[in-house]
């Protein structure tokens, strides 16, 4: 071993002078970035790119911490590890940034026109584009920040519209006039998955049309009076008895004064409402349907910010939808045709984007068949080709996937992929290709842009720009999402591969959880319970965040997190700093020499390298099961408890002795082990890794952990033996600590033991003198037990440690009787609330269990107490 970088250790770790230190050396040194390599065999994450608007989130964090440990664990193994980063223009979010952008300086897109506004959108990418990948460096992600891709790139861009291209000409694209989902607020189409739905408490309102050529009034009910503007007929279901005589009839429809048929359809409910209908075609996708059996005419109201239009009357025109309906039923109540208004709770669908109630639209729109694109995406999931984590989002894929509709891919938008269609000026010809037409001035291209999906659902290929990189690093590996984009990208990925790569587009797909606060709210802006990872990164360090969202995150379960949850990690790296300073400081009195890394071993050296290997198998089990948070325990178990609480400590007395040779001996091994020990530790934490293998020797420049080979098990010296007789002495040792407590010994007074045993041998009586601060150890298998003395019983043997000389024993038990009477009284309060049925039905149900919990605690507690007393009074 060379010599080390030990001159000046700090006590205490911070990460602020070590994480912009070492990401430049990484950058700087070329760490992760990947070429085509031949003899490796490549191992590759596409990320989900961000949006362009987007800013760090909690979720972030998770997701990139995973695909970060996933990547490092790879590239440290000997695979060709590429992780490709990038971001994605988000349609419809980028372009209604831009718009405030510019409306906030008094300027209208629609003034300015398309090509204007596009340079703004451009000029908005390059100022606030890159923020959150910027804020992803400091999270320590080893993306390859040199294969970079933006959805909107040249070469990106142009196999998007070679893709629609492709597409069209197989006859998988159309044309055509459907009901879709409608952004006012964007005025925009929108895809089903697009749409949240919220419980409204709205109203009912029944409105009453006459019945022409009678004095009759046929009633309909309603949650949107204001559509009644453009209503084309009636419908009444064909069995019901009530409205036989009206069918074919004809009613005036009020305020609109147009003659409307009465129809039957077996569609209409005849418990609902009134059982009759209004039937308006134009802004209801089931009203749509009835209208094309029966020929209705279909009557657009609605401008697409939906303001009414010129197809209601006059004084109804120009008005905002909501101002329309409160007019619309002013004027229907001076009429009298309000039979009565009900409260009603219902569904309304609102955009995701704009955040406003959506409206069924009738609009001609750009559409993607989907069944036969569905089915070999549906195969190569049920063959087990791609593996979902967890498994049960296999069912919510199948299921979308089995019931897929065609899809509206175009999007009246101007920032994104504009459709490459073009239709000629006279003759109406049209003209799809990835080039426009030659005599492009005699061509109109279509206005509208591509839905982001239809662009991003290419990006596990088209993030690599040559059939050389596509045929070396295509199918990737792993794919790290939130199951929330399952339908919106995660499926879309998978049809696209096998139509245009006719493979499949990664093998794994991890899906996170969802963050949540402490009380199992998701975490939000407005709730204001939304922390900001950079604020949390200076507070705590960028590894104790990572540490502690994946020690909290079990696969498949919503995280709840905390700020001050971070402790977890906080502390966890402190306790490997302080471990890796005392090993390191005791370097400079102590020569190392690898020579001696396999001489001078002992039990305690035989423990924990079996340990190591054990747990070296245990983690390598968990990361190929993408059990990633029981990796985290695992590493958690090993690095605390088995190294710095027990090795570290077991191995002073030697460290401290006078054979220089076996000083040195056990120094190396110990620095050895915390070596290997950092390398599984680095992917989770990289940064004091980093910092601790570099201060362990002088590195050659250039040189990492982080393309340090990675420790491989090696089962031989995994050692059942040495590890249950580690057990054991841990097991006496912690028993003759907890008399120390439970027994108020102060820790310099030291204590004699006596140990009833026929397994305890002479080797192990050093380490328990030393680790439990005991004096001299009696060892005898037909021992008996000294008078007042307190007592542990084992499997293997009883341990007595007498008090006489060590405290007060009449202070003692006066001492304990107090306590055991107090915790008396506390426990009758906690039994009577218990046994009281009005707390237990009305207390909300974490109260009750944590009062139960409280009353377990104390009758343990009591019962302790006692047994202590017995033995003080024996």
């Known amino acids: 071993m060379t010599e080390n970088k030990t001159t000046d250790i700090p006590k205490a770790y911070d990460p602020s002078s070590v994480e912009?230190?070492?990401?430049?050396?990484?950058?700087?040194?070329?760490?992760?970035?990947?070429e085509i390599d031949e003899t490796k065999e490549p191992y590759v994450i596409p990320i989900p790119p961000p949006n362009i608007t987007g800013m760090l989130t909690m979720g972030h964090i998770l997701n990139n911490t995973i695909q970060d440990i996933l990547i490092r664990t790879k590239r440290m193994q000997g695979y060709n590890a590429c992780w490709?980063?990038?971001?994605?223009?988000?349609?419809?979010?980028?372009?209604?940034?831009?718009?405030?952008?510019?409306?906030?300086?008094?300027?209208?897109?629609?003034?300015?026109?398309?090509?204007?506004?596009?340079?703004?959108?451009?000029?908005?990418?390059?100022?606030?584009?890159?923020?959150?990948?910027?804020?992803?460096?400091?999270?320590?992600?080893?993306?390859?920040?040199?294969?970079?891709?933006?959805?909107?790139?040249?070469?990106?861009?142009?196999?998007?519209?070679?893709?629609?291209?492709?597409?069209?000409?197989?006859?998988?694209?159309?044309?055509?006039?459907?009901?879709?989902?409608?952004?006012p607020a964007s005025r925009s189409a929108i895809s089903d998955e697009e749409v949240l739905y919220r419980e409204v408490n709205g109203k009912l309102w029944y409105l009453r049309y006459p019945v022409i050529g009678t004095d009759r009034h046929l009633v309909v009910a309603t949650t949107r009076p204001e559509t009644m503007l453009g209503d084309t007929g009636v419908a009444v279901n064909p069995?019901?008895?009530?409205?036989?005589?009206?069918?074919?009839?004809?009613?005036?429809?009020?305020?609109?004064?147009?003659?409307?048929?009465?129809?039957?359809?077996?569609?209409?409910?005849?418990?609902?409402?009134?059982?009759?209908?209004?039937?308006?075609?134009?802004?209801?996708?089931?009203?749509?349907?009835?209208?094309?059996?029966?020929?209705?005419?279909?009557?657009?109201?609605?401008?697409?910010?939906?303001?009414?239009?010129?197809?209601?009357?006059?004084?109804?025109?120009?008005?905002d939808r909501f101002e329309v309906r409160k007019k619309v039923v002013q004027k229907l109540e001076e009429l009298g045709l309000i039979e009565k208004i009900e409260d009603y709770t219902h569904k309304v669908g609102y955009s995701e984007r704009g955040g406003v109630p959506i409206e069924p639209y009738l609009s001609e729109q750009w559409f993607m068949k989907m069944d036969e694109l569905a089915k070999p995406a549906l195969e190569v999931v049920k063959e087990?080709?791609?593996?979902?984590?967890?498994?049960?989002?296999?069912?919510?894929?199948?299921?979308?996937?089995?019931?897929?509709?065609?899809?509206?891919?175009?999007?009246?938008?101007?920032?994104?992929?504009?459709?490459?269609?073009w239709y000629h000026k006279e003759t109406g010809e049209v003209y799809c290709d990835v080039e426009p037409p030659k005599d492009i001035e005699n061509w109109q291209q279509d206005e509208d842009v591509l839905d982001t999906w239809a662009s991003s659902w290419l990006w596990a290929h088209a993030i690599f720009r040559t059939k050389e990189e596509q045929d070396y690093y295509y199918p990737t590996s792993t794919l790290v999402t939130g199951p929330d984009i399952i339908f919106f990208w995660v499926a879309r990925m998978i049809m696209a591969g096998m139509y245009f790569k006719k493979d499949i587009p990664f093998h794994d797909v991890y899906f996170t959880s969802i963050i949540r606060d402490v009380k199992g709210r998701k975490m939000s802006k407005s709730l204001g319970n939304s922390p900001d990872p950079l604020e949390v990164i200076k507070d705590y360090g960028a590894d104790a965040l990572r540490f502690t969202i994946i020690y909290l995150a079990p696969l498949g379960q919503d995280v709840l997190f905390s700020v001050d949850k971070c402790e977890i990690g906080r502390n966890f790296a402190n306790k490997i700093w302080n471990a890796g300073r005392f090993l390191l400081m005791n370097s400079k009195e102590i020569s190392l020499n690898k020579s001696l890394t396999n001489k001078h071993i002992d039990f305690a050296d035989e423990w924990i390298i079996s340990r190591f290997n054990r747990t070296l198998k245990q983690l390598n089990e968990a990361m190929d099961n993408f059990e990633i948070n029981n990796a985290t325990k695992i590493i958690y178990s090993f690095v605390w408890n088995d190294f710095c609480d027990w090795y570290v400590e077991l191995i002073k007395n030697r460290l401290y002795g006078d054979d220089e040779e076996v000083k040195a001996a056990v120094l190396t091994r110990a620095i050895s082990i915390f070596e290997n020990m950092l390398k599984i530790v680095h992917p989770f934490m990289p940064f004091i890794t980093e910092e601790l293998y570099q201060l362990i020797e002088e590195r050659k420049p250039g040189e990492s952990i982080s393309t340090a080979s990675y420790p491989e098990v090696d089962e031989s010296l995994i050692n059942t033996s040495a590890e249950d007789e580690?057990?054991?002495?841990?097991?006496?040792?912690?028993?003759?600590?907890?008399?120390?407590?439970?027994?108020?010994?102060?820790?310099?007074?030291?204590?004699?033991?006596?140990?009833?045993?026929s397994e305890v041998k002479q080797h192990q009586i050093e380490y328990i003198k030393k680790l439990a601060r005991v004096e001299s150890v009696t060892v005898d298998a037909n021992l008996q037990k000294p008078k007042a003395s307190a007592s542990a019983v084992m499997k293997e043997c009883e341990i007595y440690i007498p008090l006489e000389g060590l405290i007060d024993l009449d202070l003692e038990r006066q001492r304990i009787e107090k306590e055991i009477k107090r915790l008396e009284g506390s426990l009758a309060g906690i039994e009577k609330k218990l046994s009281n049925e009005k707390f237990i039905n009305n207390a909300p149900p974490e109260v009750v269990e944590r009062e139960k919990a409280k009353q377990k605690d104390w009758k343990e507690n009591i019962i302790k107490l006692k047994e202590i007393l017995i033995n003080l009074n024996q």
Request: proline share 4%; aromatic share 14%; net charge negative.
């Open 84 to 183: 490709v980063p990038g971001t994605d223009h988000a349609s419809i979010a980028t372009e209604t940034k831009v718009t405030k952008f510019l409306e906030e300086q008094g300027i209208s897109k629609y003034e300015i026109g398309r090509d204007e506004f596009l340079k703004h959108c451009w000029k908005w990418k390059e100022q606030y584009g890159g923020i959150i990948i910027q804020q992803l460096k400091k999270l320590g992600v080893s993306c390859d920040w040199e294969r970079e891709r933006f959805t909107m790139d040249d070469d990106y861009y142009r196999e998007v519209i070679k893709a629609f291209v492709q597409l069209y000409k197989d006859g998988k694209i159309y044309r055509g006039y459907r009901m879709v989902n409608w952004d």
């Open 20 to 34: 912009d230190k070492w990401y430049k050396y990484w950058l700087d040194n070329k760490i992760f970035h990947s």
């Open 726 to 757: 580690m057990q054991f002495v841990q097991e006496i040792i912690t028993a003759i600590r907890n008399i120390r407590g439970e027994m108020n010994i102060p820790p310099s007074k030291p204590v004699n033991a006596f140990i009833k045993s």
């Open 384 to 421: 087990g080709k791609i593996n979902f984590y967890p498994e049960h989002w296999k069912k919510t894929y199948f299921h979308w996937m089995e019931n897929i509709k065609d899809w509206c891919i175009s999007r009246q938008l101007w920032w994104g992929h504009r459709i490459p269609v």
């Open 239 to 319: 069995d019901d008895e009530r409205y036989k005589d009206v069918i074919g009839k004809k009613v005036l429809l009020p305020l609109a004064e147009r003659e409307i048929p009465v129809f039957a359809d077996d569609y209409v409910d005849m418990e609902f409402g009134t059982g009759a209908v209004k039937v308006t075609p134009a802004h209801d996708v089931n009203d749509y349907e009835m209208g094309q059996r029966h020929n209705l005419k279909v009557i657009n109201i609605f401008n697409d910010d939906a303001s009414t239009n010129e197809n209601v009357p006059e004084e109804f025109q120009g008005m």
